[in-house]
């Protein structure tokens, strides 16, 4: 699953950026290609992807075979182009503070790397708890040390609490199927590509041996970016 997974990851747009471009998220994206590969194997499925960009998972989806219904939905009406230029797939552009799409009216919702681009995130989680007739995931993520040093991305306007995102996912009757924090690389990508590394085989293979050891012996308060993955299921689901 992984490899092949590896492999749309590294036609994901980020990698035009450069060698390594992507190799700082890439856990991440394995992570939500494997939820995918287990909640939307069903022709009866209906996803639904918030803050879908360029349309990635999409992408994905699509070339996996698989019989799931997506709606895309972004605020970027270039991305949304960019996305289903070649597809014949439904999206919406809209904004997800004032999500247009009714209650219970889709299997699985899944918004990864958006709410804290957002200044409500609770609330508007709130919301998008409605959409769903089934299973809801999220990631979003965790910068403490980046935080201290006030060098957080600067798109990113909300610090987010896990915590609190599990507690009201439970208070609007969901059961949390998995939480969980996906480390992401310890190496930046700017030091590899400075370097000119070439990225093959081996080289994949050494960076992400030292990245699974610096994992191992640098204390948590230290790590610089963590992803969140939460995946809940609504307690008494819609849909057998």
């Excluded at 471009?21 to 394995?30: D, L, P, T, V």
């Excluded at 009216?105 to 007739?133: D, R, W």
């Excluded at 990631?139 to 009201?168: C, R």
Aim: proline fraction near 5%.
């Amino acid at each position: 699953m992984f490899r092949k997974a590896y492999g749309y990851i590294l036609r994901h747009p980020a990698t035009e950026r450069g060698y390594w471009g992507n190799w700082y998220y890439k856990r991440r994206y394995e992570a939500v290609l494997e939820s995918l590969s287990e909640f939307c194997g069903n022709k009866k499925t209906m996803l639904l992807d918030l803050g879908c960009g360029k349309g990635f998972y999409a992408r994905y989806l699509r070339d996996e075979g698989s019989q799931c219904s997506y709606i895309g939905c972004d605020l970027d009406g270039f991305s949304l182009r960019f996305a289903y230029r070649d597809q014949s797939i439904d999206y919406v552009k809209c904004d997800l503070q004032q999500c247009p799409f009714r209650a219970r009216s889709v299997s699985v919702v899944l918004c990864s790397e958006v709410l804290e681009h957002l200044p409500f995130p609770y609330a508007t989680l709130e919301e998008i708890s409605k959409i769903t007739t089934k299973t809801l995931m999220l990631t979003f993520p965790e910068e403490p040390l980046l935080s201290v040093f006030g060098d957080s991305h600067p798109e990113h306007i909300s610090v987010i609490n896990k915590q609190l995102m599990t507690n009201l996912l439970v208070s609007k009757g969901f059961r949390i199927i998995e939480s969980s924090q996906i480390f992401t690389s310890f190496i930046p990508c700017g030091i590899l590509e400075f370097l000119r590394v070439p990225r093959n085989n081996f080289t994949q293979t050494v960076v992400s041996k030292i990245d699974r050891l610096l994992e191992r012996i640098t204390p948590a308060r230290l790590v610089p970016h963590r992803t969140i993955l939460i995946k809940a299921a609504l307690a008494h689901s819609e849909e057998n």
